[in-house]
């Protein structure tokens, strides 16, 4: 009968315990509410446009500048563009599904710095079953891709790379090794329809990267490259720049717009003492970032969890906001950024093609009976500005100097095609698809500017007339010689 007793007067007072520890939780708690309106999460998206928009740029993909990309392997020179695999086919959907991804966010820095707290504070994770692990330790080892789904579930690398309607089947080529330390997270939450988050391993200078069993640096480059905003996350207590993370900011170098340094955990520090970590920051970083105006830095301490007493609360608040507002406008402005990355990536595939049926036409001319084909092309590649071969290429219209690749690359290039294995541009031409080079130049100077124009106008961006019915036009070839 006692223990009867004791059991019954126990279990109330386990219970309130528990409801009394649940309200003083939920009083430290940060208010979310600043999140989604600064996001914008509540608003309706108008999603028919932003589809036929979508759509629209994927037509002018496929039958403008794939083609070319197709003819002269560009994807050989440059394979972290667009699509990782040469040699794919024109209805390939792991291109497609990188035009159409949503805007990537990648989360980069030391170990224990508050990356995954940064990530379970943004989704509102926190003390739910899906959060990120977080701790003192290292705790991330995996590359943690978290994106929309339609439930809550985990999805293994070797199934996100084998699933061709992802844009993660390039990084097969990683190894084994490393799809078994990629992992994905779906879940419904407003945010993820229009972003993707991919937490990173934070970095570890007493550990070798041949430790780590797959090419950490090839993997960080390969997010990188893809990445619409990159957040650099440090902490008071970890501002010492290894060899490690020297090697991370090299591979940053050309991306700085799309770089934030984030000074998080910094309630944890009295004014003064923030200050002068804040100034060791930027003396640490000093020689790492070549560029004349310094990367922004957000001050805050981005966690559930209320910021401590007696701190620069004003101040934190402010950059948190700060912050969401760049998050925000790389969410706005999502297409047109993917339409400039593929205008941009078109006007290289045309300078490829350029430079290739250079390569091709001054073999030819150096051609004799009597010559050693090997010998003459090894001439011409060896020593291509002795032929005019770069400088040609600069008399075309819309060719920057700074945009002409690095001559030793064609050297490489050459070595696994052939010379001979190439068409003259002269010759990409047919009666029914028209000329490569007349359709990848529209594409470029016509076609994807009106796109721009039609999305920041907000106008439908529906097919043209010609293009939806067809103009009947005999197409001209210009470069035929007569």
Not at 134 to 140: N, S
Not at 144 to 153: A, D, L, N, S, Y
Not at 159 to 170: C, G, K, L, Q
């Amino acid at each position: 009968m006692k223990v009867l007793l004791t059991f019954c007067f126990a279990v109330p007072l386990l219970l309130l315990a528990a409801a009394e520890e649940e309200a003083v939780l939920e009083s430290i708690l940060r208010d979310r509410s600043h999140i989604e309106d600064t996001l914008r999460l509540a608003a309706d998206e108008k999603s028919g446009d932003y589809a036929a928009a979508l759509q629209r740029l994927r037509k002018i993909y496929h039958s403008s500048i794939r083609p070319m990309e197709q003819a002269y392997k560009y994807n050989e020179l440059r394979q972290h563009e667009i699509s990782a695999y040469p040699g794919r086919t024109l209805g390939d959907s792991a291109t497609d599904g990188e035009i159409t991804s949503k805007p990537m966010v990648l989360f980069l820095g030391p170990w224990s710095v508050g990356k995954s707290s940064m990530v379970n504070y943004l989704l509102g994770l926190q003390d739910t079953p899906y959060q990120l692990y977080t701790g003192a330790e290292p705790t991330t080892s995996e590359f943690t891709v978290i994106m929309h789904g339609e439930k809550i579930r985990t999805v293994e690398g070797i199934v996100m790379a084998a699933d061709s309607s992802r844009s993660f089947s390039p990084l097969e080529k990683f190894g084994q090794n490393f799809l078994e330390k990629l992992v994905g997270i779906e879940m419904p939450h407003k945010l993820l329809e229009r972003v993707t988050f991919v937490d990173t391993p934070g970095i570890i200078e007493n550990r070798k990267q041949q430790e780590r069993g797959y090419p950490f640096n090839d993997v960080c480059q390969w997010f990188i490259d893809r990445a619409d905003l990159i957040f650099v996350v440090f902490d008071p207590t970890k501002l010492d720049v290894g060899l490690e993370l020297e090697m991370l900011f090299r591979q940053l170098k050309g991306r700085e717009s799309q770089i934030r340094i984030i000074l998080n955990k910094a309630d944890s520090l009295a004014t003064q003492d923030l200050m002068r970590v804040y100034g060791a920051l930027f003396w640490s970083l000093a020689p790492l970032i070549n560029v004349t105006e310094p990367p922004r830095v957000y001050v805050s301490s981005f966690w559930p969890y209320d910021y401590a007493p007696d701190t620069s609360l004003e101040l934190f608040k402010r950059e948190e906001i700060s912050l969401l507002e760049d998050l925000n406008q790389v969410i706005e402005n999502r297409l047109e950024n993917k339409i400039a990355f593929i205008r941009q990536h078109g006007i290289r595939v045309r300078i490829h093609a350029l430079l290739v049926d250079r390569y091709v036409q001054t073999f030819k001319d150096q051609m004799s009976f009597f010559s050693d084909s090997e010998l003459v092309f090894k001439e011409i590649v060896d020593d291509p500005d002795k032929f005019y071969i770069f400088k040609s290429i600069l008399a075309k219209t819309n060719v920057s100097k700074f945009d002409l690749p690095n001559r030793d690359a064609y050297r490489d290039f050459f070595g696994v095609n052939p010379v001979n294995s190439f068409k003259q541009l002269s010759a990409q031409c047919s009666y029914m698809g028209g000329c490569l080079l007349e359709k990848i130049e529209k594409a470029i100077t016509h076609e994807l500017p009106a796109l721009l124009s039609s999305i920041n106008s907000g106008k439908n961006p529906t097919l043209s007339s010609c293009e939806a019915t067809g103009c009947g036009e005999k197409p001209k070839n210009r470069y035929r010689r007569n």
